[in-house]
């Protein structure tokens, strides 16, 4: 596999979660992580991470100043809370917690309750390990490939085996991760959040869900899937809902919801309304 020339690739087909990797907005980084580090400051948000990492993370689109970051987490973080029933006594698991946007949200929600957030980007791990207002959570990068954001990681995603034990966690979350998966990597992931999941414990997912949605922008079609790019799978993946629900069967896990997808709730900010296009998705163990 030639890395380097799948990476340009990856460059010419970015979403906006990967315009960081452009040399352009390398070279002006700097500088605006500076103003944005005074705008923060003035608004009491010196703690969130700098520019370029919440761009890592959601895109640059609206992120100066950090009031987008805030609001677009604590919404998220709301709808976690109302659609799994989440207890300030739980223990939580986020897959995919990139530089804390939501873990930031839940700081003072989980008390007594433990965080645990997972990533495949170390500089994502590395903010959410240097951030003051997240040093009772814990956090851990997963040495899992990804073209993007950890393209030496020596795991694939369908051989992956999380660092914990069984029965650990109450509640497993993960936003706009599967939409970036393939159907061998869900089904080894779902597994092992049937293995870590407790008694009760309970399962939400965002997905692409192909119903309802605009196909032109997924042209790709594979044997269960649609791919926005041959070339680039991880770019963007959607699913039909039954074959989402099939592999959580799989792994012994039924959905709850009522049989449909629940949408992101954007708040008032209408910016959140581009940034959340993906369906909700609850599981809980089977007995």
């Given at each position: ?9 990856a460059?010419?087909?970015t ?9 352009l907005f390398?070279?002006v980084?700097?500088a ?5 580090a005074?705008?923060r400051?003035?608004?009491?948000l ?6 370029s ?8 689109t609206h ?6 970051f805030?609001?677009?987490?604590r ?8 659609m ?5 006594d ?26 645990t957030g ?16 997240l040093?009772?959570?814990?956090f ?9 954001y ?8 369908r ?6 034990p ?20 869900i ?11 407790r ?5 939400l997912?965002?997905v692409l869900?192909e ?9 790709v079609a594979?044997?269960g899937?649609?791919l926005?790019?041959a070339?680039?799978p991880?770019?963007?993946v ?5 074959e989402?629900?099939r592999l ?9 919801d009522g ?13 959140l ?11 809980v163990?089977?007995?």
């Amino acid at each position: 596999m030639n890395v380097e020339r799948l990476r340009g690739v990856a460059l010419k087909r970015t979403s906006r979660g990967a315009v960081w990797q452009h040399p352009l907005f390398k070279a002006v980084a700097p500088a605006v992580d500076a103003a944005d580090a005074a705008v923060r400051a003035a608004r009491g948000l010196s703690h969130l991470p700098k520019f370029s990492m919440r761009s890592r993370a959601m895109g640059p689109t609206h992120q100066f100043g950090g009031l987008h970051f805030v609001a677009s987490g604590r919404a998220t973080a709301a709808q976690i809370r109302d659609m799994t029933g989440l207890r300030p006594d739980e223990d939580v698991l986020e897959i995919g917690c990139s530089v804390g946007r939501i873990a930031l949200a839940l700081a003072e929600y989980l008390q007594p309750g433990r965080y645990t957030g997972t990533d495949i980007d170390r500089r994502a791990i590395a903010a959410c390990l240097t951030n003051p207002k997240l040093e009772s959570f814990r956090f851990e990068a997963q040495d899992v490939f990804s073209l993007v954001y950890n393209p030496g990681g020596r795991a694939q995603g369908r051989d992956y085996v999380f660092p914990f034990p069984d029965a650990s966690f109450d509640v497993v979350f993960l936003t706009s991760v599967f939409t970036h998966m393939l159907p061998d990597d869900i089904a080894q992931y779902a597994r092992e959040i049937r293995r870590m999941l407790r008694p009760g414990g309970r399962l939400l997912c965002s997905v692409l869900a192909e119903e309802g949605r605009d196909l032109a922008a997924l042209p790709v079609a594979r044997d269960g899937y649609r791919l926005r790019s041959a070339e680039f799978p991880e770019n963007a993946v959607a699913y039909p809902l039954a074959e989402i629900d099939r592999l959580m069967a799989g792994a012994g896990m039924d959905r709850s919801d009522g049989g449909g997808a629940a949408a992101w709730a954007p708040p008032a900010d209408d910016h959140l309304r581009s940034l959340m296009e993906q369906d909700l998705l609850l599981y809980v163990p089977r007995r």
